[in-house]
């Protein structure tokens, strides 16, 4: 069984910073692609950014140039950088990763943590 878990999220004022982190567990052989996405409420989740393994990134056009995406494969883990903050940006993040388990790929998605900007 594999489990990402996300952590980071929390209050922050508009213009602000925080950072997100997502580690995955268990057992498996690697992992592909990791990223980001929230959903914010009554809105549909949507991509906020992704990292390949080799480290090509490809981020939505909301949060260029405020978010930067980055990964530590010898720990499994995918970062989230987040500054800028605005109140826009309030949803909850979700972390993705594509996880390769032996003979296929499987996508895995975490929990989710609150990111609320707020005056």
């Known amino acids: 069984q594999v489990q990402l878990v996300e952590s980071g999220g929390g209050l922050v004022q508009p213009g602000g910073s925080l950072r997100l982190s997502c580690v995955a567990s268990?057992?498996?052989?690697?992992?592909?692609?990791m990223g980001w996405y929230r959903q914010a409420p009554g809105k549909e989740r949507e991509l906020v950014a992704r990292?390949?393994?080799?480290?090509?990134?490809n981020y939505a056009d909301s949060v260029k140039g405020r978010f930067t995406i980055s990964r530590d494969n010898a720990k499994n883990t995918v970062y989230l950088q987040m500054s800028g903050l605005e109140p826009e940006d309030t949803a909850v993040y979700y972390c993705?990763?594509?996880?390769?388990?032996?003979?296929?790929?499987?996508?895995?998605w975490g929990q989710g943590t609150q990111v609320t900007v707020s005056s």
């Open positions: 993705n990763a594509d996880v390769r388990t032996g003979v296929a790929v499987f996508s895995y």
């Open positions: 268990g057992r498996f052989f690697g992992i592909n692609d």
């Open positions: 990292i390949s393994s080799r480290g090509s990134t």
